[in-house]
């Protein structure tokens, strides 16, 4: 059974840029959730979806969004990029949305912006 | 902001030793997840501690979540090499469709 894929696994981007991230979860997952992983403030919730709708969000600006699409796949797009925005971004992807259903993290996309 | 804190940060220690590692917050947490993640790769489910005082063995490691659901610990029986990376806890805020807060993680480094 496949995991959790992230495409693509590195990117280099300047400041001003947006970017697009995509994640497969493991077939039969319908829930994806989005996390950014810095040193510095370590793994934080971006958002959640499930079944195509944004369930959960955390605390990051508009310039973060996502979406899910039938398949269950997901894309998270960073407009207009800040240095900080610098991260590693991981997927994680789970049966349902419960939180004893586990979740499957995906190996990540290295984003660098200079 | 619920907020977990995670203690050490940084442990160094030779094969063979034993070791704890501690995850607190002045939140309640429905349940609480340990993950270790490695270099390049995304974190990896140990175990989900979900009943105040709780306590859960994995081979050499023992899980203990705390009577009151705001703290847990890791404890490491005899520790190899390949225990080495980074070990997160994170708590579930409230059930259903809830969101995780993690901890910014305890870097593991065993020595042979």
């Known amino acids: 059974k496949a995991g959790v894929t992230q495409t693509p696994r590195y990117l280099i981007k300047t400041r001003g840029q947006q970017v697009t991230l995509s994640c497969s979860p493991i077939?039969?997952?319908?829930?994806v959730s989005w996390y950014q992983q810095t040193p510095g403030q370590g793994l934080q919730f971006l958002f959640e979806?499930?079944?195509?709708?944004?369930?959960n969000k955390g605390n990051f600006p508009g310039r973060f969004s996502g979406r899910q699409f039938s398949n269950s796949r997901s894309e998270m797009n960073v407009s207009t990029l800040e240095l900080g925005d610098s991260a590693l971004y991981l997927c994680?992807?789970?049966?349902?949305?419960?939180?004893?259903?586990?979740?499957?993290f995906g190996p990540g996309t290295r984003l660098t912006v200079l | 902001t619920q907020l977990l804190e995670q203690s050490p940060q940084f442990l160094s220690i030779q094969e063979g030793e034993n070791l704890t590692v501690y995850c607190n917050s002045s939140?309640?947490?429905?349940?609480l997840q340990w993950y270790r993640q490695e270099p390049g790769e995304g974190p990896v489910l140990l175990v989900t501690?979900?009943?105040?005082?709780e306590v859960k063995k994995l081979k050499r490691l023992t899980f203990q979540f705390g009577d009151a659901r705001k703290d847990s610990s890791l404890h490491i029986t005899a520790a190899q090499p390949g225990d080495t990376g980074l070990y997160l806890c994170?708590?579930?805020?409230?059930?259903?469709?809830?969101?995780?807060?993690f901890g910014k993680g305890t870097k593991l480094t065993v020595n042979p």
């Open positions: 501690v979900v009943t105040g005082g």
């Open positions: 994170a708590g579930s805020t409230q059930g259903g469709s809830e969101k995780l807060v």
């Open positions: 939140s309640v947490f429905s349940s």
């Open positions: 994680a992807s789970r049966r349902g949305g419960q939180s004893t259903d586990t979740q499957y």
């Open positions: 979806y499930f079944s195509e709708t944004q369930r």
């Open positions: 077939s039969g997952h319908r829930s």
